[in-house]
C-alpha cells in the first residue's frame, strides 16, 4: 500500500543509533508536554494551563535472534559483555521511526521472555531527552536473513548450574530508576540519570516429579540463573546467554485446573553485583 495512505508494517521502519534494527514486533514513542490546567478562587472555569517540563519514553518488542540491540542501547561493541551497569551508564542514543524520533535515549527496563510452543521475546522502555518532529530522513532496511525467530525448543534454562527440566516459561526483568534533570528555561530534560538497578526472575515447571532446577536459593548462598538461547546444546557457539547473578528466592507458588496442567512457579532477585549490577549478556564464543 502506499504510504500516502499510510504505513503498514512493510513501510514502518525503525532504527536504533541511526541503524535498522531487525525483527521488531511493535514500536511506540510519546511525548508528554506536561500541560495542565490551572483554576482559581471566585471563577467556576478554568483560568488557564500552564506549560511543565516535557518527558520523551517509548518502547519496543522484538524476536532476538542475535545481541544488536543490547549493543546499540549499550554502546558496547565487539565481544565485550553487555552489563545492566552499561545501559546505565551509556550517553544515549537515537531512537527513530520514519516520521517521529527521540534522541539521548536510555533504557529504563529491559525483559525478556518465552513459554513452551512460543517466541523468545524481547521488550525494551526508554526515556529520552529530545524530540525529533520528522524522524529519520531515511532509514535503510536489510533483506532479512537468518532466523527467523527462536523457539522454545532452542531456548535452555540453568539454576545454579542445573539444567531445567520441565521448564514451561521465564520471565527475566531489568531496569532502573530514570531521575530527569531539568533546568530553568528548557522544556527538554539536560540529562538522565539511572539508579537503583534491579533485577528480577520467575520461571514456572510443569509440577511433577521429573522436574529439575526448583531448588529453592536461599538468601545465605545466592546462584546465577542462566538463559541460553540459539540451539538446544549448551555453550554452542553464537547461542545468547543471559547470566543474572546471585539471585535469591523471593516467593513461589503452585497452581492446577481442571483440563490444564499443574504449574510450580519460582520468582527471584538478584542481592547486586558490583561489576554488572546483576545481569550479563553476550553470545557464547
Known amino acids: 500500500m502506499a504510504t500516502s495512505v499510510g504505513y503498514r508494517h512493510g513501510d514502518y521502519r525503525v532504527a536504533v543509533g541511526g541503524t535498522y534494527v531487525i525483527r521488531v514486533q511493535d514500536f511506540n514513542l510519546d511525548r508528554d508536554l506536561g500541560m495542565k490546567t490551572v483554576y482559581e478562587l471566585g471563577a467556576a472555569e478554568a483560568a488557564g494551563v500552564d506549560d511543565a517540563p516535557n518527558v520523551y519514553t517509548g518502547g519496543?518488542?522484538?524476536?532476538?535472534i542475535d545481541l544488536n540491540m543490547e549493543r546499540y542501547f549499550s554502546e558496547v561493541t565487539g565481544t565485550t559483555d553487555v552489563f545492566l551497569k552499561s545501559y546505565m551508564d551509556a550517553t544515549g542514543v537515537s531512537v527513530d521511526s520514519l516520521t517521529k524520533g527521540v534522541g539521548g535515549a536510555k533504557i529504563t527496563s529491559l525483559d525478556y521472555s518465552c513459554e513452551s510452543e512460543g517466541e523468545y521475546r524481547g521488550n525494551v522502555r526508554f526515556e529520552a531527552t529530545s524530540w525529533d518532529t520528522d524522524g529519520a530522513t531515511t532509514i535503510t532496511a536489510v533483506t532479512p536473513?537468518?532466523?527467523g525467530a527462536f523457539r522454545s525448543p532452542v531456548v535452555s534454562v540453568q539454576c545454579s548450574a542445573v539444567t531445567g527440566?520441565?521448564?514451561?516459561?521465564f520471565r527475566l526483568h531489568a531496569g532502573s530508576n530514570a531521575v530527569r534533570m531539568h533546568q530553568l528555561g528548557s522544556d527538554?530534560?539536560?540529562?538522565i540519570n539511572h539508579e537503583r538497578p534491579e533485577v528480577t526472575a520467575e520461571?514456572?515447571?510443569y509440577d511433577s516429579t521429573s522436574m529439575a532446577g526448583e531448588t529453592v536459593m536461599a538468601l545465605a548462598t545466592p546462584k546465577e540463573i542462566e538463559i541460553q538461547v540459539g540451539s538446544a546444546t549448551w555453550d554452542t557457539a553464537g547461542n545468547i546467554?543471559?547470566?543474572?547473578h546471585n539471585m535469591v528466592t523471593s516467593g513461589d507458588g503452585v497452581k492446577g485446573s481442571v483440563s490444564g496442567w499443574a504449574t510450580y512457579t519460582q520468582r527471584y532477585i538478584s542481592k547486586g553485583h558490583s561489576t554488572s549490577?546483576?545481569?550479563?549478556?553476550n553470545l557464547c564464543l
Open 145 to 147: 536473513t537468518g532466523d
Open 241 to 244: 546467554k543471559h547470566i543474572c
Open 203 to 205: 520461571i514456572t515447571w
Open 165 to 169: 527440566v520441565r521448564v514451561q516459561g
Open 60 to 64: 519496543l518488542t522484538w524476536f532476538p
Open 188 to 191: 527538554d530534560p539536560v540529562g
Open 277 to 281: 549490577y546483576g545481569l550479563t549478556s
